[in-house]
């Protein structure tokens, strides 16, 4: 492609550069804010999954506007990759699934919590619509999870979701949390990608509810004992016992003549396995070349292809 066919192609890919973003993606927060008011009153603001930058670029110019007010505000970006400084904004370069990096962000803000956290976190897509899907919601649900660490009850969260056929779960996954929760397409979000951003609004989890990296495909490093969660942090399903007591238990030996009046015939599976993974071993084993402790052994596949099996 050439220099430029780009620019001819791609207005918000012309625009940002002629206005300094550092991606066109900085349209997709403005026009989120134009919207929904992300900023007002904002202090404190994390910006995950923030490299290059440019969303960290608009919270930075639209929370520290005015020299006398940019005091007072925080703005943490975090990244798997490293990114050009900003003003004002602190980077950590780490990992959002990791409750480090939760830590790292409570320990910037003082313990204080954010009025706002934004994610446009995508991960590098595969081309396999399913997988790419669910690799989003899986990053979807490491912002929230980190989000539940670092979020005042009422505040905002933004992230970016793929409208897959399975969004409905992510809306009430995130609907525990929030008790507004919208889905919006920002014009400059390309109509062909089933990219959309949920707007999180008004923080409140369930009473009692205490925040943790649960999700066991997110952070295996941490250190929670799940038998020991209480209240709205443990989930128990009901387990039920199916079938008549009087029936057999299929962890008791029975006598093989279970009608003593009828003599025991022997009834074969009904379909066996047409080529079990174990047919190989019982050919080698039924041709005595197994390999012998003191033997060399025979290799395997190679015994197997020259029988012609
Ligand atoms: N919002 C950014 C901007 O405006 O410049 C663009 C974000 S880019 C689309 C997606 C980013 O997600 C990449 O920089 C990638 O490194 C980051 N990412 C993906 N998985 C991550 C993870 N587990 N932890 C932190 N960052 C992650």
Same mark, same amino acid.
């Given at each position: 492609?050439?220099?430029?066919?780009?620019?001819?192609?791609?207005?918000?890919? @012309?625009?940002?550069?002629?206005?300094?973003?550092?991606?066109?993606?900085?349209?997709?927060?403005?026009?989120?804010?134009?919207?929904?008011?992300?900023?007002?009153?904002? @202090?404190?603001?994390?910006?995950?999954?923030?490299?290059?930058?440019?969303?960290?670029?608009?919270?930075?110019?639209?929370? @520290?506007?005015?020299?006398?007010?940019?005091?007072?505000?925080?703005?943490?970006?975090?990244?798997?990759?490293?990114?050009?400084?900003?003003?004002?904004?602190?980077?950590?370069?780490?990992?959002?699934?990791?409750? /480090?990096?939760?830590?790292?962000?409570?320990?910037?803000?003082?313990?204080?919590?954010? !009025?706002?956290?934004?994610?446009?976190?995508?991960?590098?897509?595969?081309?396999?619509? !399913?997988?790419?899907?669910?690799?989003?919601?899986?990053?979807?649900?490491?912002?929230?999870?980190?989000?539940?660490?670092?979020?005042?009850?009422?505040?905002?969260?933004?992230?970016?979701?793929?409208?897959?056929?399975?969004?409905?779960?992510?809306?009430?996954?995130?609907?525990?949390?929030?008790?507004?929760?919208?889905?919006?397409?920002?014009?400059?979000?390309?109509?062909?990608?089933?990219?959309?951003?949920?707007?999180?609004?008004?923080?409140?989890?369930?009473?009692?509810?205490?925040?943790?990296?649960?999700?066991?495909?997110?952070?295996?490093?941490?250190?929670?004992?799940?038998?020991?969660?209480?209240?709205?942090?443990?989930?128990?399903?009901?387990?039920?016992?199916?079938? !008549?007591?009087?029936?057999?238990?299929?962890?008791?030996?029975?006598?093989?003549?279970?009608?003593?009046?009828?003599?025991? @015939?022997? /009834?074969?599976?009904?379909?066996?396995?047409?080529?079990?993974?174990?047919?190989?071993?019982?050919?080698?084993?039924?041709?005595?070349?197994?390999?012998?402790?003191?033997?060399?052994?025979?290799?395997?596949?190679?015994?197997?292809?020259?029988?012609?099996?």
């Amino acid at each position: 492609m050439g220099r430029s066919s780009k620019d001819k192609r791609d207005i918000y890919y @012309r625009l940002a550069k002629e206005e300094g973003w550092r991606a066109r993606s900085a349209f997709k927060l403005l026009q989120l804010d134009e919207e929904f008011s992300l900023f007002k009153g904002v @202090r404190r603001a994390v910006d995950l999954c923030a490299a290059p930058g440019s969303w960290s670029q608009v919270l930075s110019r639209k929370l @520290r506007g005015k020299k006398e007010e940019s005091e007072d505000v925080k703005i943490v970006a975090v990244d798997l990759q490293a990114m050009a400084p900003l003003p004002g904004v602190t980077q950590i370069q780490g990992d959002i699934t990791k409750i /480090t990096t939760a830590q790292e962000i409570i320990r910037h803000f003082e313990g204080q919590p954010a !009025d706002l956290v934004v994610c446009d976190g995508a991960p590098d897509v595969t081309g396999l619509h !399913d997988v790419d899907e669910y690799i989003q919601a899986q990053l979807l649900l490491a912002a929230l999870n980190i989000t539940t660490h670092v979020l005042k009850p009422g505040g905002t969260f933004v992230a970016k979701i793929f409208r897959g056929k399975d969004v409905t779960l992510l809306y009430s996954q995130l609907k525990v949390f929030f008790s507004g929760v919208t889905c919006a397409k920002p014009r400059s979000s390309r109509n062909s990608s089933i990219e959309a951003f949920v707007v999180c609004e008004n923080y409140s989890p369930p009473e009692g509810y205490v925040p943790n990296m649960s999700n066991p495909l997110l952070d295996h490093c941490y250190d929670v004992d799940f038998n020991q969660l209480e209240g709205p942090n443990r989930i128990i399903v009901p387990f039920l016992a199916c079938g !008549d007591l009087s029936a057999f238990d299929s962890d008791r030996t029975y006598p093989l003549q279970l009608d003593p009046s009828k003599e025991y @015939r022997y /009834t074969p599976p009904t379909q066996p396995p047409i080529r079990p993974p174990y047919q190989q071993a019982c050919h080698l084993r039924k041709n005595n070349l197994l390999a012998k402790e003191d033997s060399p052994s025979v290799p395997l596949d190679g015994a197997f292809s020259a029988l012609h099996l």
